[in-house]
C-alpha cells in the first residue's frame, strides 16, 4: 500500500509561484500513475495534472496548461507540481493521488490519496 505526503504549500500572490511536492512511500512509485487534484471550497474535487508511470505520458487540466508543470523523481519516490502564473481561482486544498493504472482526470481512478496541502492565493 502506497502512503503519500504532500508538501510545499502555502500562500502567494497572483502572479507568484508555488512548488508542491508528493513523497509516496510503502512501495514502488515508479509503478503508479501519479496525479495532482484539488478541491476548493463548496466545490468538488477536479483533476489537475497526472503522470503515467509507464510511459511518462502527461495529462493536464485545461485551466493549468501552460502554467503548472508535473515532474517525478522515481529514485526519490516524489513527485512534484510547478505552480507559475498563479491565480486567485488556484485557492484550493492540493491532493496527491497514486493510481495503478493509467492517468485519468476522475479522482474515482485513484486508489491512493494523500491528506492534502493548503494553496491560497491572494489579489
Known amino acids: 500500500q502506497v502512503q503519500l505526503v504532500e508538501s510545499g504549500g502555502g500562500l502567494a500572490q497572483a502572479g507568484e509561484s508555488l512548488s508542491l511536492s508528493c513523497a509516496a512511500s510503502?512501495?514502488?512509485?515508479?509503478?503508479?500513475?501519479l496525479g495532482w487534484f484539488r478541491q476548493a471550497p463548496g466545490k468538488e474535487r477536479e483533476f489537475v495534472a497526472g503522470m503515467s508511470w509507464l510511459d511518462g505520458v502527461t495529462k493536464y487540466a485545461d485551466f493549468v496548461r501552460g502554467r503548472f508543470t508535473i515532474s517525478r523523481a522515481n529514485a526519490k519516490n516524489k513527485m512534484s507540481l510547478q505552480m507559475n502564473s498563479l491565480k486567485v481561482e488556484d485557492t484550493a486544498v492540493y491532493y496527491c493521488a497514486a493510481s495503478s493504472g493509467m492517468v485519468t482526470t476522475t479522482s474515482l481512478g485513484y486508489a491512493y490519496w494523500g491528506q492534502g496541502t493548503q494553496v491560497t492565493v491572494s489579489a
Open positions: 510503502g512501495g514502488p512509485s515508479s509503478r503508479y500513475t
